[in-house]
């Protein structure tokens, strides 16, 4: 029996969870540095000679950015939550065809031998194989590319 197969494996990258909206320590961050600069700005732009009016401003300033630096300290991460691990199939193994040849070992499964074992999880089509077992036309994977789609396939 001699097969050709002409499919590589794909992999899909993962882009992972995207946050949207302003976060809450993004958000103490950028007022931490908006109030460190109001401060600035205004301790520069006050009159070497204040008034009574002036040093309460200037104490409020300074209040309020110390409370935003203390509160950004004290922030704790919140924990994660749990993730639960996925559950992948397990490919039969009764429908396992070892082909060894003098280079290489290659195993393939037969579709119409894993419908007949019960395993009714959609098959990666960019996997299949045309070919004829035991007479029949019908479509092979190999065991590498049902593990690259996320597949446990016994074995290596």
Request: proline fraction near 6%.
């Amino acid at each position: 029996m001699t097969a050709i197969f002409r499919s590589a494996s794909r992999s899909v990258p993962s882009s992972g969870i995207v946050e949207r909206g302003v976060q809450p320590r993004r958000f103490a961050t950028f007022l931490t540095g908006g109030a460190v600069a109001l401060a600035l700005v205004m301790g520069a732009a006050m009159p070497a000679k204040a008034d009574k009016k002036d040093d309460l401003a200037k104490a409020l300033i300074a209040a309020l950015v110390v409370g935003a630096i203390a509160h950004e300290l004290n922030d704790k991460p919140k924990p994660q939550p749990e993730v639960e691990p996925v559950k992948r199939p397990k490919v039969p193994s009764v429908c396992e065809i070892a082909i060894n040849g003098a280079e290489r070992s290659v195993s393939l499964y037969s579709e119409n031998c894993l419908r007949d074992e019960g395993f009714d999880y959609r098959l990666p089509r960019g996997c299949a194989n045309s070919a004829r077992v035991f007479g029949r036309s019908d479509r092979v994977y190999s065991a590498q590319c049902l593990r690259d789609a996320g597949f446990r396939v016994s074995g290596r």
